[in-house]
């Protein structure tokens, strides 16, 4: 795999640090030369921590779980927002989402086990997974989770059998395939006929699959999801989703006499990653999808039901910055200038996965422009590891601090050991206070499993 060829028509832009508008977090600021994050210094923080550092800052963190929370309270007051913790993991986001009054997404048991170790209320657990195994499903209906969406017929079953032989009844939602093509990256689009997730519509499966499933014992069917991708910036796809969605249930509805009490619209909203992009904001997803769910349900004649989200992204992605330190400069005449850092595939597979692009600075560099295009390359053995491909940042030199705005979310949930790297520390600022959160792994760590 190797990098896209350079595009040499790019020029600098010139900015600074605080000319980079939407992807910065809420408190960054430049003091002197320095980028401060929470009222820390960002090169002090990487030399007294070590680099690679993903950082988070606390306050840009809460206050967009409570502008989701009050937004979705205003727009439509029987309604809950569940933080998708797949795009960031650890007991303390997990423990902050319990504050600000979010319910919790997780992804099968790994997931759960952190959630359950944070004290998170199991009640307000929902659980996702297109093939949640049985013992998956045992520990989830053992904890007493809120929800288990089902993905399948099949799983649905699995549920019920196992619910059965614990004595429990199980809420559940059934998750369908709505068919909307949502303008986003292929690889993250999940909503299309042609997905591994939920129920489909072809042929009406997922109409037929709700008699079933009502049939099954020990299963409470409450509501209906679906998710229609990540990182949308059409909020016009929401509303599609949520008039089929609706449909569906009115149909339910007239056929075999079952209102469902519950919608979940899934999450998908998108975030700024280069100072350029205008995703919708929080305020306009929630007003968008409350009208439309409440228009819809007037047309078709079914009850306005609880209405749910479940955002990962757009909750944590701009809270978090990457640093690291610059190791290796490398100029290649006519071909482009290597930047090369102390992290890259194994702290952040995006840009190699889905050709992401981040806004850099060098952080003991803030305050002035950034007159050179770089490629922050990493460090790993794969020509396709990057962070940033061909992006302006300020006259790179070795020992520089960089960070990368924008990388709250799936980075360090999808962040691995390649070349036995270990992963990343976390720590989140606040105040002028730093706390590590997650701590660095160590080689120890690394070879913690090995017999
Ligand atoms: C079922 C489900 N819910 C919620 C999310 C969170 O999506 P996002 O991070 O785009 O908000 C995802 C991931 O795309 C998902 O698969
Ligand atoms: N991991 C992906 C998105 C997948 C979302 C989960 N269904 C990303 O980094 O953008």
Avoid: W
């Avoid at 409440?294 to 990457?322: D, N, Y």
């Avoid at 005449?333 to 102390?342: F, H, L, N």
């Amino acid at each position: 795999m190797a990098l896209p060829a350079s595009d040499r028509s790019k020029q600098p832009d010139n900015r600074t640090a605080m000319e980079l508008g939407a992807v910065l977090p809420l408190t960054a600021e430049v003091r002197g030369d320095h980028l401060f994050v929470g009222g820390i210094d960002m090169v002090e923080l990487a030399r007294e921590q070590g680099t690679a550092l993903y950082v988070y800052d606390e306050a840009d963190l809460r206050s967009r779980m409570s502008r989701y929370r009050e937004a979705f309270a205003r727009e439509y007051p029987d309604s809950g927002v569940l933080y998708a913790s797949k795009a960031f993991m650890n007991k303390e986001v997990v423990r902050i989402a319990a504050e600000e009054g979010m319910e919790l997404d997780v992804s099968g048991g790994g997931e759960l086990a952190v959630a359950i170790a944070a004290g998170f209320p199991m009640e307000r657990v929902h659980v996702h997974g297109n093939n949640k195994t049985p013992q998956e499903l045992l520990e989830a209906i053992s904890a007493g989770v809120g929800i288990i969406v089902a993905d399948s017929r099949i799983e649905a079953a699995r549920i019920s059998q196992i619910a059965g032989e614990l004595g429990r009844t199980q809420r559940i939602y059934m998750r369908i395939t709505p068919g909307v093509e949502a303008d986003t990256h292929e690889y993250i689009r999940t909503g299309c006929e042609d997905s591994k997730f939920g129920f489909t519509m072809l042929d009406d499966f997922a109409f037929k699959c709700v008699k079933d499933v009502m049939a099954m014992p020990n299963l409470d069917l409450v509501g209906f999801h679906c998710h229609i991708g990540s990182q949308i910036f059409a909020l016009h796809s929401f509303d599609e989703a949520a008039e089929v969605m609706i449909r569906f249930a009115a149909r339910v509805k007239d056929a075999y006499g079952l209102e469902v009490s519950e919608l979940d619209l899934g999450g998908g909203l998108g975030v700024a990653y280069v100072a350029d992009d205008q995703p919708s904001t929080i305020e306009d997803f929630a007003r968008i999808t409350a009208e439309s769910v409440k228009r819809h349900c007037a047309e078709l004649g079914v009850s306005q039901p609880r209405l749910l989200v479940e955002p990962g992204r757009s909750l944590v992605a701009t809270a978090g910055i990457t640093l690291y330190t610059v190791g290796i400069l490398k100029t290649l005449p006519g071909i482009r200038k290597y930047v090369a850092v102390d992290g890259g595939m194994s702290d952040n597979i995006r840009t190699a996965l889905y050709h992401a692009s981040y806004e850099p600075v060098i952080a003991n560099k803030a305050s002035q422009p950034r007159t050179e295009i770089v490629t922050l390359c990493g460090k790993h053995c794969e020509s396709g590891d990057a962070v940033v491909v061909d992006m302006p940042i300020q006259t790179p030199d070795l020992g520089d601090i960089v960070a990368v705005f924008g990388t709250g979310a799936y980075c360090y949930s999808m962040a691995s050991n390649y070349n036995g790297q270990p992963r990343p520390a976390i720590v989140f600022v606040k105040d002028g206070e730093a706390r590590v959160v997650t701590r660095r792994e160590t080689y120890a760590d690394i070879m913690s499993r090995d017999l």
